[in-house]
């Protein structure tokens, strides 16, 4: 967790998968937003491509 936020494992920050992008509002307040890369995109495409041609 980052201030209270939930964060990515390291091990996918340095995989690519994610981003992590901290800044400052226009009010003063810091944020932090994590979002997929393009391959973090891919990654849990083939996870969940995985998980639904074992349940099936």
Request: proline letters at 4%; glycine letters at 12%; zero cysteines.
């Amino acid at each position: 967790r980052l201030a209270g936020k939930m964060t990515p494992y390291s091990h996918h920050l340095d995989a690519g998968r994610f981003s992590v992008k901290t800044g400052e509002a226009g009010n003063g307040h810091a944020f932090t937003q994590v979002k997929f890369t393009p391959k973090g995109v891919q990654w849990i495409a083939g996870l969940l491509a995985a998980w639904r041609a074992t349940a099936a």
